[in-house]
Structure formats: C-alpha cells, structure tokens
C-alpha cells in the first residue's frame, strides 16, 4: 500500500458496527517484524534476528447511548476493519480486546489486538 493513503483513521467497523471513534485520538500500529542488529567479529559477520509482531489498535470513542461499551469488553476472534482518510484499509482478522474501555470517564478506550493484519 502506498504510504500516501494513509491519512488519518477515519472509521472503524468492530463486530460489524461503525464506532463513533474519536479519529485524532486513535492509534494503528499493523503488524510486521522487529529485527535486532548483531554485530560480528568482521562486517560480514553481522546480521539481525527477527520476531514478528502483532497488530494493535487504540481506539477511543465518544460516548453513545446506541453503543453496546460491554459487548466490545467481551470481544475475541473478531474482525476490525480499519478506513483511513486517504483511502486506504486495514483489517486485524480474529482480533481480541486486550484492554476494556474506561466508562466513567463519557469517552471510552480500547485496546484491541490481533496476530496479523493486512492492508489493501
């Protein structure tokens, strides 16, 4: 995907419902590879391991009377799609709630992962 497309979030589909996200307040990050430097004796000795990541979504909401906040506390193995301004997508298949949303505060934030993602 080009870089370009990326823009801003401009919506989410959790559990095949549209949030009403707070787009400047959440946060992508898809998943990919973490690779460390090692360094050898002589310069062609060097080289890097990798260890693959996740994908993570911080998604904040705005409060809604329609919005089921429990029913996104309980969520494992679901699909996210994730619409950026540009024009660009992102889905987190089989995706789980790692952190449920603080209620009290009339804006909610979660925290949803998942083992992979892809971008189209």
Not at 71 to 77: F, H, Q, R
């Given at each position: 995907?080009a870089?370009?497309?990326l823009?801003?979030?401009?919506?989410?589909?959790?559990?095949?419902?549209?949030?009403?996200?707070?787009?400047?307040?959440?946060?992508?990050?898809?998943?990919?590879?973490?690779?460390?430097?090692?360094?050898?004796?002589?310069?062609?000795?060097?080289?890097?391991?990798?260890t693959?990541?996740?994908?993570?979504?911080?998604?904040?909401?705005?409060?809604?009377?329609?919005?089921?906040?429990?029913?996104?506390?309980?969520i494992?193995?679901?699909?996210?799609?994730?619409e950026?301004t540009?024009?660009?997508?992102?889905?987190?298949?089989?995706?789980?709630?790692?952190?449920p949303?603080?209620?009290d505060?009339?804006?909610g934030?979660?925290?949803?992962?998942?083992?992979?993602?892809?971008?189209?």
């Amino acid at each position: 995907m080009a870089c370009n497309k990326l823009k801003q979030i401009k919506s989410i589909t959790v559990a095949g419902g549209q949030q009403p996200i707070k787009a400047n307040e959440c946060k992508f990050t898809p998943s990919g590879k973490e690779r460390e430097h090692h360094v050898g004796q002589r310069p062609k000795d060097g080289g890097f391991t990798e260890t693959p990541t996740g994908a993570k979504l911080e998604m904040v909401l705005n409060d809604r009377m329609e919005t089921d906040y429990y029913a996104l506390n309980e969520i494992e193995c679901e699909t996210i799609i994730i619409e950026y301004t540009g024009g660009g997508t992102h889905v987190m298949p089989n995706a789980w709630c790692e952190k449920p949303g603080d209620l009290d505060t009339g804006t909610g934030k979660w925290v949803f992962c998942s083992n992979e993602s892809r971008g189209g």
